[in-house]
């Protein structure tokens, strides 16, 4: 069974960096083909891509946020770690991360989400 | 960057009746790699279709996907209580970004 959880600070000042733990279980990062990435919703919004890791150390990030964002894994403690700094009252959402098999594909389980709010 | 534009925004329809779900793609998606998400309030977007139209693993055959090259549909052919939900598209074929479309919101008349 497959599952994942977004685990961070629920309350952040701008300019500060946030970082984002996935903790998953049921799969591995090392097996081919997997990936796991970031997904954001800010408060009665769409959904917004962020970037996404491979087993093989494949990364992909936002263009618009490429600046701001990092993702690593590791995989014997089965994590995966956004960081995303300089954050913004905008950076306010809901984060997400998910699973996929598969290069590309779609994401087939999803975290419950963690939502982070950016004030002073 | 491949933008997705869900219609309607809303769709307010009885139970019992038919969905169809707009995605239209602002170039090509490649080899159809187009998913569909289900999100209800509150809670992480569920897979419904992948490779346009294909169920995921546990998804009623009332919903079924369709499409190619830009437009793509989404179609629930017989609404439930629990679909009243938004819905998702997503390319993943470009990447990166991958993109998804703003949302469909399927409302009870």
């Known amino acids: 069974q497959i599952t994942l959880k977004e685990s961070g600070p629920t309350l952040v000042k701008p300019t500060q960096t946030l970082t984002l733990t996935c903790t998953f279980s049921g799969f591995s990062l090392s097996t081919s083909g997997v990936g796991v990435g970031w997904i954001r919703q800010p408060p009665g919004k769409a959904l917004e891509w962020l970037a996404l890791?491979?087993?093989?150390?494949?990364?992909r990030y936002s263009p618009s946020l490429k600046s701001r964002l990092t993702i690593t894994k590791d995989t014997s403690k089965n994590q995966v770690v956004l960081t995303m700094t300089n954050m913004d009252p905008v950076d306010t959402a809901t984060y997400y991360c998910a699973h996929r098999r598969g290069r590309p594909n779609s994401f087939d389980y999803w975290g419950q989400g963690t939502l982070v709010t950016v004030s002073s | 960057e491949i933008v997705l534009t869900q219609s309607p925004g809303t769709l307010s329809l009885s139970p019992g009746e038919r969905a169809t779900l707009s995605c239209r793609a602002s170039?090509?998606?490649?080899?159809?790699?187009l998913a569909w998400y289900q999100q209800k309030p509150g809670q992480a977007p569920r897979l419904l279709i992948y490779?346009?139209?294909s169920r995921a693993t546990g998804i009623p055959d009332r919903f079924s996907g369709s499409g190619s090259g830009t437009d793509f549909t989404l179609t629930i052919s017989r609404l439930e209580p629990e679909d009243f939900a938004v819905y998702y598209c997503q390319q993943y074929g470009s990447s990166p970004p991958e993109t998804f479309g703003q949302g469909t919101k399927v409302e009870i008349k």
């Open positions: 490779g346009a139209s």
């Open positions: 890791i491979y087993w093989d150390d494949d990364k």
């Open positions: 170039q090509s998606v490649s080899s159809s790699y």
